[in-house]
């Protein structure tokens, strides 16, 4: 079993910049991919960015390529999102998920464990 607990959410202007981070509890963090996914209300549940296991590999959506970075720190047990250049449709509920395989999916069928979120909102 594993928790996550998301934090760092809050109210930025258009242009600039948060980092999220993703502490999680239990064992084996350093065999989980991680991955960032958000949700606005009426939408889906949209993936955002993802780390492997190992840190080395990451992809994300073309929506926030270049702006968007992840990062993890395996003996912290924790995974970042760093945030630049926000606009206003990044405005969103983001939370981060904990996938077995290790890849870092995009696809959110893939994660076993989820935070409950944290409130990013961007004014215009």
């Known amino acids: 079993q594993m928790q996550l607990v998301e934090s760092g959410g809050g109210l930025v202007q258009a242009g600039g910049s948060l980092r999220l981070s993703c502490v999680t509890s239990?064992?084996?963090?350093?065999?989980?991919?991680m991955g960032w996914f958000r949700r606005t209300p009426g939408k889906e549940r949209e993936f955002v960015i993802a780390i492997d296991w190992s840190g080395r590999d990451t992809n994300s959506a073309d929506s926030v390529k270049g702006r968007f970075t992840v990062s993890r720190d395996n003996a912290k047990n924790t995974v970042y999102l760093q945030m630049d250049r926000l606009k206003p449709e990044d405005t969103a509920v983001y939370y981060c998920?904990?996938?077995?395989w290790g890849a870092g999916s995009s696809s959110h069928g893939s994660y076993i464990y989820w935070g409950q979120g944290t409130q990013v909102t961007v004014s215009s």
């Open positions: 998920a904990a996938e077995a």
């Open positions: 239990g064992r084996n963090f350093g065999m989980y991919g």
